[in-house]
Every structure is written in structure tokens, then in C-alpha cells.
């Protein structure tokens, strides 16, 4: 074995590199005294370390190969109050292990510290936790990417399923048993042709890296299903792999896959915090390794972390080895694994440089300046729990942002309590979030994701229903905008089912309508339920998992699904990357009407008792030859009605005639002739289109 790398080592990669004949390891820890590789595969061998410059630890061994298990023990000074918890008695996973062969799941050994004495004093817990521990492995490149090519989507075309790999064909009868809740089946063909059947662009994945089940998950008999509690930032989690061992070969095969049916792979990372919680959480990893270095410390007291997360402690970015390891996971998945964009969780975490959020934080810079990552696509979940955590619109350019603020204005106008102006704004692009400097396509559109009710559930619960995660329902948030229409949960009452598949179809339809970027939460579209649970973070079961046996209520959502995501696609305003006035009275583009047909006035805009609005557009449209399938291009005028209120009116209408192309209240009647005015029942949403266009009728 060689312990001598001179004086480049900081510049080589970090983790465990495989040459062919032998593998060298490198790890950081600036404050440790010593480490130790531990190999698992060869005799149990126990092998010093040598230090080298910026505290990068290394060593190349024989005895290692791919497959081999390994772990370390840092040694170093216990002393809480300058933030150093070394203590060899704990086996430590690799921060760069590229495969990880098991979960963490709790065990008291893992606990780093306990407290002792009348003051709570903090001392060293001296149970070994290598036999509750799961191991790093060695692993060697061998995947065959067959000529992949990235399908690179246009933003203004993206159209984003965000997902959960199990959740995604753990119910799947056509998925073969063996392949249900895996990589593999998320990319067998019954799944991609029903995304392909939405015209789906991209898959956003729930985190796909390992994490750590907390000792309250323990004690509850549940687990970490949503994984945002990550340990191994550069490792697929094998619990989604068909066969052990294979599953950085099936994730690359998934992606393969995908992108030839034309989608792109986007993974929800989890950059603020990691699976170790609090000081009185486990130590796998990185608090083992060099505690001061890795986590935000307060300096008043550097036992205690800086918590912005909610989840324990925060990830230090502005540490250069944690930039580092953020920099080289991005470059890790986007290279290697091929993925073509990331998802960034709790994200002004990131731009904390020092405390406040910094749009022009180092991380940031890093990142705009990398090029391996100048072309993926990046998405940021704009609020935390730190000082001035709500950081909507301020990312950035280069980063679209999830619009938290469409949310709840579209769900507030269809629950029959919101205004036209906000809709309006909303529905334009958000001008107001992201003008004059960034595009519509800065604004991830959604109207559920993973945090939340799912679309069926707010239009059939008002409270959460929470109890089965074991913390007496206090989980979770306890506003949702949602309306259950006058029962609370499951009813046979044909009014009350009327009235909430109608609220869910308008929601659907406004996001397929608004300007942005929109994104569908996985089973939305065949009016999914989880039973009013609005956090079901650690429900690994047909709770959460996307139900696909179809009954009559989600077969008619998915074929609506279906219908309004096509009509985005056949209008170009709808995707255009400029944006539509939101409260100016008049526009080349785009004017919005009152009821009565006259252009929209200021006293109109800001009447709250007034729940309905409709829009004028100008578009141009692709059309489908009946016979060829060839496309053409023609242009076209649009107006769409959105009536939040719970009465029957009537919408004036330019000279016609007009084509009616959905009605959100009598779906399946479309093609209709009007002229004059057109009925549009409470609560729902019309769309028609000029019957004169220059290039073919509409189908």
C-alpha cells in the first residue's frame, strides 16, 4: 500500500478511486488527529491514514477492489463548545461513497453523544456502531450508455411529473412483480407511455440518494419514504434497485431509457441538511468526520447548530469543502448519471453568505460558472426557516423557482375565495416575481406536489388528517386552501362529487393554461387520494403510492388531464416566453374582458366581490392533418373564461362565430358552436377558439 500522494492531493477526487490494480482513498477532516480506513472485505484490516495538505486524508491499498466494503474512524479532540465530536467508537460511511449497501436504520449505537450530570454535560457515547452501520463499496465504471442523448427540452416546453420511484409502479399491474417500486420500473414501458400519453417532458424524482430513519420513525414502526434526511449525496439508494449491487447499473439504465422516449431525469437534492438531525441524532458520517467543518455552529455556543432546516442542523455552504462536495455531486449526477437537472430543496439555505440571503452568494457564482453544470436545467424550493426565509423570485438567473404564490392563488380562486387581479398575474406569468430580468419559464407552476394535499384532497378535505404518522397530528400544515365542498372526506352525495371533480378539473385547466412552467404531482391526474393527509413523508404504503386500477372518477380525470395539457400544447401563447399583461388594460397579445366584453377597467381589477374573468389572445396554433398526422402552423384567437364564483354568468363575446374547446363544467362537448355570449356555470373554466383561421380548422 502507498501512503504518499505529495502535495497535489487536494486536487485529486475525493472518496474511493478504483485504478484497476489497486483503490485510493480520500476523505477530508481538517481537525481530526488521525484516521482510519476500515475494510470489511479484507479481515476486518484497520489502516492509518496519512494527512495531506488542506486536511485531505489519503491512502491507495491493494486489498481494496470493487465490491469491497469500507467505512473510518476519526480520531480527534471531544470538546463540545468549539463544535468537535470525534469519537472513534463510531464507523463512519465515505461523504463520496458512489454506493452505499444498505439504509441507516436507527439504532441506539449510532448516537454520537449522550448527556450526562446535572447540567447536561456532553460526553462521548462509547458503544461501537459498526454492526448497525451499513458500508461504503468500491466500485468500478462499466455502463454502456448505447449513443444516449440528452433530449435538452426548451423550458417554454417542459412539462414536469414530479414523482416518487417506489410510489411511482409499487401498485403497477402491468410492471412486472419484480421490477414494481424500482428504477427499472419506473422506466418499463406501461409507465413511460402513460407520461408519454401526457406529454410529459421531464420526471422529477423524490430524493434518490440514501437517508437515515430517525429514532421517532423507529419508535413509530414507520420509515423515511420521501428521503429528505440524506448520507450519501453521490449514491442511487438501493432500496429502489430490482437486484442488490445493481443499482447505480439500473438508475443509469432508467435515465437511458427516459431519455430515449424523449423526457429528461430531474432529481430533488437535499444540499440544506443531512440525514444526522441534532446533536442527539445519529452519527454516520459527516459529524464523525469533522462536525466544525461540515455544519453551521452557532457561535455563541458551538455545540448547537444553526438550524434554518427544521430538520436539525444545516450544511455549512459556505465552507469550501462543502461547496465542494455540493459542486461535485451536481457534477457527479449530470456527468456520470446523466441527469439533466436538479431540484433544490429548501434552497436559500444555499445563499446564506453569511446569514442573510445573497442572491449572489459563492455557491451561486460556483454554479453559474461551472461548465459542466452551465446547461442542466436548476430549480429552487425558494423558502427555509431562516431569516427571511421566503425568497420567492429572488434567485438568481439560471434557476427557475417553484411558485409558491401561483399555488395558493389558484387554489384560493377555485375554492371560491380569491380575486380576479392575483389569478390574472398568476395565469400571465407572474410578472410581478420575475420581471424585467427573468423569463415566465423562472416559474415552476404547480398546484400540488409531494408537501400537501394531492388535487383530490383539496377539493374533499378542510383538515388534515394526519394520525397515522404518529405525532398526534400535529404534522403538517394546517392551512391548505381547500375546500371539501360541504362533507369532509369520502361522500356519495352526486352534488358534492359534481362540485369537487369541477373545482379539480378548473384547477387543472388553469395550470395548463397559465405561462411558466407547469408541473403535475404524481396521480393528480387520476384523482389520487391520501385520505387528507397532507404529510405523508413517512407512509411507505398504498397510502401514498399511485393507484392504477382505474375507476369511472379516474379515468375521467385522466382523459381530462389528457385534453388540457394537449391544448397547451397546440397554442403557443400558452408557452410563449414573454409575459401577458397582468393588470394593463390592453395588449397586442392579450386583453382582458369583463363580463360584459369591454376591456377590463382599474375599479374592475381590484373589486373583490368580482370572482370571474375572462381573456382575448392572440395565438398561433398547431394544427394535425386528419389523414397525414403531418403538423401545420396557423394562427388563431382565443378566449378563455375562469369563473371562480358559485353563480351562472354569462360572457360576452367578440364578433364570432367561436368553437367551444372545453368546458370545464360539461366536459366531453366540445366542438360546439357559439356566437354572442357564451354560459359559463360557477365555478368552472371555458375555452374557445375563433372558427376562422388561416391554415386548417381545428380537430
Known sequence: ??????????????????????????????NATSVELVLDDAGGHRLPMERGKDGIWHLRSGLAHPGTRYGFRAYGPWNPDAGHLFNPAKLLLDPYARCIDGP???????????????????????????????????????????????????????????CHVKGMTALHPMVPAALRGTWLGLAAEPVVEHLQGLGITAVELLPVQPAVDSALLASNGLTNYWGYATIGFFAPDRRFASQPGRERHEFREMVRRLHMAGMEVLLDVVYNHTGEGGVDGPAVSFRGLDNAAYYRLQHDGQRVYEDFTGCGNTLDVRHPIVRRLVLDGLRFWATEMRVDGFRFDLAPVLGRDPVIFDANATLFRELAADPQLRNVKLIAEPWDLGPGGYQLGAFPPGFAEWNGRYRDTVRRFWRGTGGVSDLATRVSGSSDLFSPARLPQSSINFIACHDGFTLQDLVSYERKHNLVNGERNRDGADWNESRNWGIEGPTADPQVLELRARAARGMMATLAFSLGVPMLSQGDEFARTQQGNNNPWCQDSALSWLPWLPSPESSSMLAFTRRVLALRRRYAVFRRSDFLPGHEAINATARWLSGSGAVMSEADWHDRARHSVAVLLDTEVEMVGESSGVAAAGTTRL???????????????????????????????????VTGAVEVRGHSLVLLEAEATSGRRAP
Open 1 to 30: 500500500m502507498t501512503r504518499t500522494e505529495g502535495e497535489a492531493g487536494q486536487h485529486l477526487p475525493l472518496g474511493a478511486s478504483w485504478d484497476g490494480s489497486a483503490t485510493t482513498f480520500r476523505i477530508f477532516s481538517s
Open 104 to 162: 441507516v436504520r436507527w439504532h441506539p449505537s449510532l448516537r454520537l453523544a449522550r448527556h450526562a450530570g446535572p447540567h447536561g454535560r456532553l460526553l462521548p457515547d462509547a458503544s461501537d456502531s459498526a454492526a448497525h452501520l451499513p458500508r461504503s463499496v468500491v466500485v468500478a465504471d462499466d455502463f454502456d450508455w448505447q449513443g444516449d442523448r440528452r433530449p435538452e427540452v426548451p423550458w417554454s416546453d417542459s412539462l414536469i411529473y414530479e
Open 639 to 673: 378566449v378563455l373564461v375562469l369563473n371562480g364564483g358559485a353563480s351562472t354568468g354569462q360572457q360576452q363575446l367578440p364578433a364570432g362565430p367561436w368553437r367551444l374547446m372545453l368546458d370545464t363544467a360539461r366536459p366531453g362537448i366540445e366542438g360546439d358552436s
